[in-house]
């Protein structure tokens, strides 16, 4: 972890650097508030805690505080000011401004390093939190079973991504499966080789397709695949990949050897609409994916039908 | 002006560097070096009748001598701090003289062989 330390009096800027060094952060220095910022532009993701001089030439320690809360970081920083204004009125400026605490100089040892560990402490907590933050939303947004996205984030995401082609007039493609039989290996072997099954699909799908291809856990043995097109041909591709991924090879559950297929229907188009339309146009889309889908469930399974008007 | 306070707070000069002398002999000559210049912005300043600059420098020494212990420096440039705060100038050649001889006594003081064994 790295501390930033911007004061102007070399002293006292060689004080505070040995007193913070001790408690184990490594120390950038600065002597006004223009290096302060270049340093801190280069270090922002190591720098945890930042004692600012207020007065300093060039720009000041409110100025360089307000610079820096302006910057995303993907944590939180410590920031206290160095300074021997004492009015309330100054204070309360240097905190609004996004400061956490002040010491006024001259400063007793004992109580800068008490308020540093304040710091720290706070530092550490935002940075559990942070973690904690993250596995909540990874977890928000997973299907548990199959690691896969969720129905509601992959309508999220497939929502921004109809819009998006609306307004860049591309064509979008989506396509609905549905595992065949899938009651069969339920029934046979039992729930738990069932979920290996799905998991496995899953994972064979999610191979075929790539970086911005969207999929997503649909229903209970369903997944809808969202792919941006440049050509009309190439979503039947992609489909017909998915879909020899699974029937090309069997599936190894236990002992048994299990030969499953999958069905498909895709539609494709170029969507039309403003924003708040478009969750109906993912739900047209999704309706028409279904009827071929269901075509190709009457057509004997395991094959890709495309929807037609 | 009684000299109340002393000239060099040796006990807060400790404590600040936490017993380090070394350390504190090197804030110190960083000082010694420094001071100079600052005083004589200080003059410059009170000459000039500029009283941002009265403050700004008299400020910036307030701050090194203060954290440094150096009672009486720190409380004379306080004073011609807030004189330039007030763009009043009442008493400020007095003051910043006063300032000069404390930064002597200062220096003999530091200058001495084993001062830092008091």
């Not at chain 1, 410590?78 to 006024?104: A, P």
């Not at chain 1, 402490?121 to 559990?128: F, G, H, M, P, S």
Request: hydrophobic share 35%; aromatic share 8%; proline share 3%.
């Amino acid at each position: 972890m790295k501390a930033l330390v911007v004061e102007d009096d070399l002293s006292t800027r060689l004080l505070i650097k040995k007193i913070v060094e001790n408690e184990g952060y490594e120390v950038l220095e600065a002597e006004d508030g223009h290096e302060g910022w270049s340093i801190f532009q280069k270090e922002k993701d190591n720098i945890y805690i930042a004692l600012l001089d207020w007065m300093m030439p060039k720009i000041d320690g409110i100025e360089l505080c307000r610079r820096i809360r302006k910057t995303p970081v993907m944590h939180y920083i410590y920031i206290m000011f160095l300074t021997s204004k004492r009015d309330i009125k100054d204070i309360v400026e240097g905190l609004e401004s996004g400061g956490d605490d002040y010491m006024t100089k001259p400063f007793i040892r004992e109580e800068l390093v008490s308020r540093i560990r304040v710091g720290g402490r706070i530092a550490v907590l935002q940075r559990k939190l942070n973690e904690a933050n993250r596995k909540l939303h990874a977890l928000a947004i997973t299907d548990p079973l199959t690691g896969l996205l969720n129905r509601r984030e992959l309508f999220r995401r497939l929502e921004n991504e109809i819009y998006r082609a609306s307004r860049e007039r591309n064509h979008y493609s989506l396509i609905i499966i549905d595992i065949d039989y899938f009651k069969r290996v339920n029934d046979a072997l039992g729930h738990t080789a069932g979920d290996r099954v799905l998991l496995e699909i899953a994972d064979r799908i999610s191979e075929k397709l790539r970086p911005y291809d969207i999929i997503g856990r649909y229903g209970g043995e369903e997944f809808l695949v969202g792919v941006p097109v440049a050509e009309a041909e190439s979503r039947k591709e992609i489909a017909e990949r998915i879909r020899d991924s699974i029937s090309s090879k069997p599936f190894q559950i236990g002992d048994n050897k299990l030969d499953i297929t999958i069905s498909l229907g895709i539609t494709s188009a170029i969507p039309e609409g403003e924003k708040k339309d478009t969750i109906h146009l993912l739900e047209n889309m999704i309706e028409r994916a279904d009827s071929a889908l269901y075509k190709a469930k009457d057509a004997g399974r395991n094959r890709v039908i495309v929807y037609e008007e | 002006m009684d000299n109340i306070a002393p000239v060099f707070d040796m006990d807060y000069a400790r404590k600040i560097t936490d017993g380090d002398m070394e350390f504190l002999k090197e804030l110190i000559e960083i000082f010694k070096t420094d001071c100079p210049e600052k005083l004589a912005g200080i003059s410059r300043a009170i000459k000039e009748k500029n009283f941002k600059a009265i403050d700004e420098t008299a400020h910036s020494l307030k701050g090194s001598s203060g954290n440094l212990g150096l009672t009486r420096v720190y409380e004379l440039s306080w004073e011609i701090e807030k004189m330039g705060k007030a763009k009043n100038m009442d008493g400020a050649n007095k003051s910043f003289e006063q300032l000069e001889e404390e930064f002597e006594r200062f220096k003999n003081f530091v200058s001495k062989p084993g001062w830092e064994e008091k």
